[in-house]
């Protein structure tokens, strides 16, 4: 579910995964500037001027003045995201609080079952972009028997 996830619409998403998608622009990166700026979608509305003054250095004004990936990059990114997942973007409304204030907050997560659930105990799990095939399973078996036991992964 893409295109209305807390109220948000799937601009916002589709900005917010987009600047996730330059080159050296990581989770703090993407913060800085969404904060600056407003939003994802102002970032790339941005001037030059005004991101040179945002510290984006000359590579990452040169791929946000191209442009956002296509339309068609955006629908397969989309078709691969299991129609029970929600994304929230860091500006969503229906971001956690207690993930957005953390020191590098995720600018997209990806959000499955109760989104809501204030006084249940939270995890996080968090492992490496290169993930083996052990550390998969190993991590889906752990957010499986927390969330059986109405922890909040």
Request: proline content about 8%; cysteine-free.
């Given at each position: 579910m893409i295109d209305a996830i807390g109220g948000m619409d799937a601009a916002e998403v589709r900005a917010t995964w987009g600047l996730t998608r330059i080159r050296g622009?990581?989770?703090?990166?993407?913060?800085?500037?969404?904060?600056?700026?407003?939003?994802?979608c102002a970032v790339?509305?941005?001037s030059e001027?005004?991101?040179?003054?945002?510290?984006?250095?000359?590579?990452?004004?040169?791929?946000?003045?191209?442009?956002?990936?296509?339309d068609a990059t955006w629908r397969t990114w989309v078709a691969r995201t299991p129609a029970q997942v929600?994304?929230?973007a860091l500006r969503s409304p229906g971001y956690p609080a207690q993930v957005r204030h953390i020191?590098?907050?995720?600018?997209?997560?990806?959000?499955?079952?109760?989104?809501?659930?204030p006084h249940a105990p939270v995890?996080?799990?968090v492992g490496s972009r290169r993930c083996t095939e052990w550390g998969?399973?190993?991590a889906y078996q752990w957010a499986y028997e927390l969330a059986s036991r109405n922890v909040v992964v």
């Open positions: 622009f990581g989770p703090v990166a993407v913060k800085q500037l969404v904060d600056r700026f407003g939003s994802a790339w509305g941005a001027q005004e991101l040179e003054s945002a510290g984006v250095a000359s590579g990452g004004i040169q791929a946000i003045r191209s442009g956002m990936p296509s929600r994304l929230a020191d590098d907050p995720p600018p997209l997560l990806w959000m499955q079952g109760l989104a809501h659930r995890v996080a799990i998969r399973r190993r």
